[in-house]
């Protein structure tokens, strides 16, 4: 079995877990679930920005925000979700451009205060704009969408839902570090100069990488409006675009499975954690904080620091040995 | 022998078992941290106190309450999430949450599953949005706020006035609220300063406060951010009567705020130095067992739990449906149900009347200074 076959024979069998674990269980598991999958999503396109192309954006959530506000706007003026999705992703990839286009003249720690910057201006923009946005009431009541007369409307089917979604960006997320864009980004991480020595157009392609990944974030904040059903600024604040790089950088920034893996640790740890109260916090930034010593690269880090102790011929990748340099 | 060991252990288990399911599940989704653990903490020790004494005189309709905690981390999508988990827990009735932030989030779960939910939120809009299943514990600020600008129109007379509020859902709530009663009377707003959630520096704000040539200053804020408020505005000399509502004049507040909080005036809904001897008794038994005062939020919590248990044995079932029915238009009298403490109405909407105090800080602690009633 080549490794090839191993990587198929993984995802199939994620796909089965992610398919039949849901069934049967309380709406409060689909909930966290749903969460989950939707900020896969959203980590997925930071990854590609920081893991793949080495950019640091403290500014995902704005982007999420945007999607969630955009989609929230259309539904609640009667059209379709899909149309939301559509425009929400459209519309963070041109801001991604925009954004990125004189960003990125800038880069690594200034890049991260110019997006740190951009969140907050996001931020301020959906609490001021009362007329658009609702100011700090936010937005409600937005419909779950319906499907060739199926109503996702109970919170299994809106799981399945989301659960496609998830699949389709992981499909287009795997496409693209595969294609020759992706060999780019790589390329650009690891040394920017020897890639434009070898034709690589290093503006062009960090601004794609940038644009996809706030794309992503959009399209997971298309999400979140028919999700909660109520979207209110604080929601898009610095604090969560902390959390969705956290949850890169948790699960493994570079790796495919790393961001879906972080996420599940930065909204399931909490929850295993509550038995010590109070403690709770304390132990979950503790344990991050000893991760990100010991091991940069993440969890997927670890697993293969360990499958290297037990399988020494495999040779860990020496561009992941240190992590995605933050 | 070992038939007669099964069989003991058989019933012993059957006996758990229903002990287990008789007990009633009651839901206290609270913010036990993060921003407004200073509020939904206390909340959380009267809830517990209120649980506890009922579970002592033998429970609701003979069952005991279980009560279950669940912390919303002051984050509104969590709580959401909480609300739901309580409500997959079989919660039969839900206190909390405090923050109207969280609440306006979660109020529509368990209006969809229609389970009642008794808040501590104050903002306006939680009650205008027509949910059949919210009720209050403490009436909203558009009901206190009309006393209040009375008070500074005619007691201070105060015609120009300064207003700092927290730019959330419950600081705008509250500002558009005093807004809308400085108008209707004639008062002139020479100042309009918002604050953020957990800010920590008031410099600015407290001078553009100062220069702005007013009578009195309206402050809107949650505990925290009141007390940084007081502190800087001692600390610049402002010099001018600090008014608000509930919040400033609170426990928590002054505990804070120290001698920054003396000659703060408040119109409060509830506090433990209210003359009234049910409040005073549960505030001392209060600090008692916590080691802290008891302010407005621990009242609203232990007055929530009572809530329950009267309905629930007016309507003589465990009944969710019958409950939220029952709820509108109630009213129960302190004399013959102890836990309210204080005579209360709810009405159609789930909001609530009952009177309440105007107070002044002096030396660290409240000081009432006439008491209003219900409107």
């Known amino acids: ?326 | 022998m070992i038939r007669k060991l099964a069989m003991t252990a058989a019933t012993g288990l059957a006996l758990t078992a229903t002990g287990a399911f008789a007990d009633v599940v009651i839901a206290d989704v609270a913010e036990l941290s993060g921003a407004g653990a200073a509020a939904g903490a206390v909340w959380h020790d009267g809830v517990k106190m209120a649980v506890e004494e009922i579970n002592a005189a033998g429970g609701i309709l003979g069952e005991q309450i279980d009560l279950r905690e669940y912390d919303s981390q002051t984050d509104p999508q969590n709580s959401r999430a909480m609300v739901q988990k309580a409500i997959d827990d079989d919660a039969y009735v839900l206190l909390g949450t405090v923050y109207s932030s969280s609440t306006v989030v979660n109020m529509l779960v368990a209006q969809q599953n229609g389970v009642p939910q008794l808040t501590g939120s104050e903002s306006p809009t939680i009650t205008a949005k027509g949910n059949p299943y919210i009720f209050r514990t403490a009436f909203g600020a558009q009901k206190g706020l009309p006393k209040l600008g009375t008070y500074l129109k005619d007691d201070l007379g105060a015609q120009k006035i300064a207003v700092i509020w927290a730019n959330t859902e419950f600081g705008k709530g509250g500002h558009d609220a005093f807004m809308a009663v400085a108008e209707d009377l004639g008062l002139e707003i020479v100042a309009d300063v918002p604050t953020e959630q957990a800010q920590v520096d008031f410099a600015a704000d407290v001078a553009k406060l100062a220069s702005a040539g007013a009578d009195a200053v309206f402050s809107y804020m949650t505990e925290e951010e009141s007390a940084r408020f007081l502190i800087e505005a001692e600390k610049q000399g402002l010099g001018l009567p600090i008014v608000g509502d509930t919040v400033i004049a609170s426990q928590k507040v002054i505990d804070l705020a120290g001698e920054a909080a003396n000659g703060v005036a408040s119109h409060v809904g509830l506090t433990a130095e209210a003359p009234v001897p049910a409040i005073q008794e549960m505030a001392a038994k209060f600090q008692e067992k916590f080691g802290y005062g008891a302010d407005h939020n621990a009242i609203k919590g232990y007055i929530g739990a009572y809530t329950v248990k009267y309905v629930t044995e007016q309507i003589g079932e465990f009944d969710r449906e019958k409950f939220a029915e029952t709820m509108h238009g109630l009213c129960l009298d302190a004399a013959s149900h102890p836990g309210v403490l204080m005579d209360v109405c709810w009405d159609e909407t789930g909001e609530m009347s009952r009177a309440s105090f105007l107070v002044e800080v002096v030396d660290g602690a409240q000081t009432i200074t006439k008491t209003l009633p219900a409107n």
Not at chain 1, 167 to 188: D, E, M, Q, T, Y
Not at chain 1, 234 to 259: D, E, Q, T
Not at chain 1, 273 to 299: H, Q
């Open chain 1, 1 to 326: 079995m080549t490794r090839k076959h191993v990587h198929i024979a993984f995802a199939v069998i994620a796909l089965a877990l992610l398919i039949f674990v849901p069934l049967g269980q309380k709406n409060y598991i689909l909930y966290v679930l749903t969460s989950w999958l939707m900020f896969s999503i959203a980590a997925m396109g930071l990854n590609l920005t920081l893991g793949y192309a080495g950019q640091i954006s403290l500014a995902q959530a704005s982007f999420m925000g945007i999607g969630a506000y955009v989609t929230a706007l259309i539904t609640l003026a009667g059209y379709h979700w899909v149309f939301g999705w559509l425009a929400a992703m459209g519309l963070t990839f041109v801001i991604g451009l925009l954004l990125g286009y004189p960003a990125l003249r800038v880069q690594h720690h200034f890049l991260a205060f110019v997006t740190l910057a951009f969140n907050t201006i996001v931020f301020l923009v959906l609490r001021n704009e009362d007329w658009l946005t609702g100011g700090n009431h936010g937005l409600v009541g937005m419909p779950r969408p319906d499907f060739f007369g199926i109503s996702t409307g109970r919170n299994l089917q809106f799981y399945y839902f989301v659960l496609v979604l998830f699949v389709i960006s992981a499909g287009v997320f795997f496409w693209i570090v595969n294609s020759p864009w992706g060999r780019a980004f790589k390329a650009l991480r690891e040394n920017p100069v020897r890639a434009e020595s070898l034709g690589v157009d290093t503006r062009r392609i960090t601004l794609l990488a940038f644009a996809i990944g706030s794309a992503f974030g959009g399209g997971a904040g298309a999400i979140m409006s028919p999700l909660v059903q109520f979207i209110e600024p604080g929601s898009f604040a610095l604090i969560h675009s902390l959390k969705i790089l956290l949850m890169v950088v948790v699960g493994g920034a570079g790796f495919f499975y790393g961001p879906m893996l972080g996420a599940a640790v930065v909204i399931l740890l909490p929850e295993v954690l509550r038995f010590t109260d109070g403690y709770y916090l304390m132990i979950y930034a503790a344990l991050v904080i000893v991760l990100m010593v010991y091991s940069p690269s993440g969890l997927i880090g670890i697993g293969q620091k360990l499958m290297q102790q037990i399988r020494p011929r495999q040779e860990v990748r020496k561009d992941m040995a240190k992590g995605a340099q933050l």
